[in-house]
């Protein structure tokens, strides 16, 4: 009883961290110069990312100023967990060419390959220009910053592994506590209904030809006929 106790334990903490995993992931909404940026990582729970895999990066992009913004690029970095001024991996840039009206949104996809394994810092920056500038004297804002956790296809940490794991937990617990139940703490077994008797019709009497079907007769006439057929009666009759 107190193996399954403690795996039942273990299971609430395991949910309770994925939670706060996934929690700690979601990032409050970051604006610059009258745009505002929300990004998420749609194919990863939890900031679990696959080692030298394109990671989809979705960026979601609101105009809340008064002037056009032109984005014509998105990049990234990998940092140092403890300190994102430590750069560990610069992530490859990709162009665009998508303006945003003043009250207007669009959404931006931005695949990244991350190379570097173990926890991480992962920094996203969006670069724009209004219409009175030049894309080579643009504004480079922050869209994205938070933790990821990088490992091979087959890591025992991805999440895959992780939901097997606590599924096969739940069930192990959950069978021992029900063996538990019936061989020590269950209820009484209750034996089964005694079936009722199945009432069998008597089988019809059969009719031999020429022979009068006397079914129909009432008893007492049937009984009477009988008497005064009997050979008894007869020989007494003779005498």
Known sequence: MVWISRSLIWLCLAIFSCAQAQTAGK???LTTQGLTFNATLPNNPFNLVTLDEPTEIRIHVKNTGNSIRTIFGV???LT???DPKVITQNIT???YSKEVRPGKEITLTYKAKLHRE???GLTVFVDFY???EKAESGTRAVAYQGTVTISHNDSWFDLQS???YLILTGLVGWAGYLGYQSFFGGPAKVGRPKRRPVEVAAPARQVNPGEPDMDWIPDHLRKAEEVRKSPKLKKRGTK
Request: a negative charge.
């Open 93 to 95: 840039s990709q162009r």
């Open 75 to 77: 990049s990234g970095v």
């Open 27 to 29: 990032q409050q909404p």
């Open 118 to 120: 173990g926890e991480a």
């Open 80 to 82: 140092h967990p403890q």
């Open 130 to 132: 209004d219409k009175d």
């Open 162 to 164: 992780i939901s097997i």
